[in-house]
């Protein structure tokens, strides 16, 4: 081959390497995203997991934000109710500062858990008032937690009309169910 020649290959191979090492990188970011995506899963839920144990340690406290108990007046149960709560609150702030590490369906399932839990606890809707504690948490939280409100979110009516339907299968490869709900905002 002549000089010419091997200059005209390299013309021609230049943009198919190119296009190769593009796709390589491509792939390379989207492994990247799904084990960023993985890890911010497990990190949420090992934080949610170590606030459930709190109310394992605390049974007492689990009525005012799962059975529709109002803060309670008596001391010491007070001050620990509304600390769960203000854990809860600050894990599911993390959750929405968070959402673009998410995949959109475990997103999508930590919003109707924090839009059902706000709808079933005055408590937490009292510490979450402007004039208590709400003032500190994103609007972008308490908008999300209002337009749970306004759905009804975890309601026996809204329960109703959201069955659970099986999912195809995850990534992972495990079936799991979820609750279709096309009323809540979606994942920006």
Sequence with gaps: MTLDDWMLLGTWASPLVTAGGFLLVRNQLKSDREALETQTSWEIYNAGSAIMQMFVKHPECRPYLYDQLPVPADE???SRVLALIELVCDH?????LHRTALDAETYQVWVL???????????????LARDCEGYRYSDRLLTLLAEGTDAAV?????IARHPPQACPPHRSGLR??????????DRP
């Excluded at 858990?113 to 510490?127: C, I």
């Excluded at 975890?154 to 809204?158: F, H, I, K, T």
């Design 113 to 127: 858990y924090m839009q059902g839990l706000y709808n079933r606890s005055p408590a937490m809707r009292a510490f």
């Design 92 to 96: 599911m702030e993390n959750i929405i």
């Design 76 to 78: 010491p149960l007070r």
């Design 154 to 158: 975890g309601s026996a009516e809204w």
């Design 176 to 185: 799991r169910m979820h609750v279709v709900n096309d009323e809540s905002a």
